[in-house]
């Protein structure tokens, strides 16, 4: 994968705070090969945003982010249960 990356230092500081997750870390769940891509609806207004729900190390990581131009722009990223639901659902994973 060849992508590009970028973020805001301070959303990426402020995220690690609150859900222990770096933006670095986040870019992993891009490398996953059955990782999901959704809309996400409900943040859209401006811009158009997505979902990434993808396998990382620590399990699945859900990370919101937008296109700019060619390069991906985090937004947020951590592990929650519905993103891990959506990806299993997807995947056709059977716990």
């Given at each position: 994968m060849s992508a590009?990356?970028?973020w805001d230092p301070d959303k990426d500081a402020e995220n690690q705070r609150k859900h222990g997750v770096s933006f670095v870390y986040a870019q992993g769940a891009f490398l996953d090969p059955a990782r999901?891509?959704?809309?996400d609806m409900g943040h859209s207004e401006a811009e158009q945003r997505f979902y990434c729900f993808g396998q990382v190390p620590d399990?699945?990581?859900?990370?919101r982010?937008?296109?700019r131009g060619k390069v991906?722009?985090?937004i947020g990223a951590g592990f929650w249960r519905r993103g891990k639901k959506l990806y299993e659902i997807r995947n056709k994973i059977h716990k």
């Open positions: 590009s990356f970028d999901v891509i959704a809309r399990g699945i990581l859900t990370v982010f937008t296109y991906i722009r985090i």
